[in-house]
């Protein structure tokens, strides 16, 4: 029993500093058997800084506002960046986006993700508050058309090739082909008369054959995201 004892004891030791270690090592909880695809998305006037961080291994949410789950910092309209985030088990990721001079203006969604899933991780605004949406990315590609889905910015009613859509704020639509850029997407909003009229919203920067995510509001075209 004497000689057990420091035994004892030199395993305990060993074993508190490997817990130690792996969590320090592993802070977001994440696994490479579970990485994912993600496009950091900047449409808003403003620099922004983008954070992800995994639930903890209880299932619990940390706290991402923590620097170790910075991603990355997007000027305002800036080109989109492609990084990999390695989820864990339960999949549910913390998003997390703040105004890189105003860390009050900000906004965080938890959402639980899809293996082998590529996203869009897209900041946006309204008025002047930041907001964030999760996209699946997807297409729907068709010969001599352009493949469209909206993301309203704001609760919208839309007419497309004169179907009418409305839209809540934050809500994507389903795909539409439309083959005139220029007339066949029209958003509603009050004229100068505060008379409720139908505006075309163009699109021929686009390419024929491919498909895009828009986002809108009654004030037009915000950004366009190639898929």
Request: net charge negative.
């Amino acid at each position: 029993m004497k000689s057990a004892l420091p035994l004892m004891i030199a395993a305990s030791i060993l074993l508190t500093g490997c817990d130690e270690l792996e969590v320090e090592e592993t802070h977001n909880f994440g696994d490479e058997m579970y990485e994912n695809n993600y496009t950091l998305v900047n449409t808003t006037d403003l620099e922004v800084d983008y954070y992800m961080a995994n639930t903890d291994l209880f299932g619990d949410a940390q706290e991402f506002k923590d620097s170790q789950y910075y991603v990355d910092t997007l000027a305002s309209q800036s080109l989109p960046v492609d990084v990999t985030h390695a989820h864990n088990e339960r999949s549910r990721i913390s998003f997390y986006v703040v105004d890189h001079s105003d860390i009050t203006n900000s906004a965080t969604q938890m959402y639980q993700v899809e293996q082998n899933q590529p996203y869009h991780f897209v900041a946006w605004q309204n008025e002047e508050k930041l907001r964030l949406t999760l996209v699946k990315k997807a297409n729907d590609d068709k010969d001599d058309f352009f493949a469209i889905r909206i993301l309203a910015t704001e609760n919208l009613r839309l007419k497309i090739e004169n179907q009418i859509v409305n839209l809540y704020q934050n809500q994507l639509s389903y795909w539409y082909h439309i083959d005139d850029c220029a007339d066949d997407l029209k958003v509603s909003k009050l004229n100068d008369e505060d008379k409720r009229v139908y505006e075309p919203v163009s699109i021929c920067n686009a390419s024929y054959g491919q498909s895009y995510t828009l986002l809108l509001s009654e004030d037009g075209l915000e950004a366009s995201i190639a898929e």
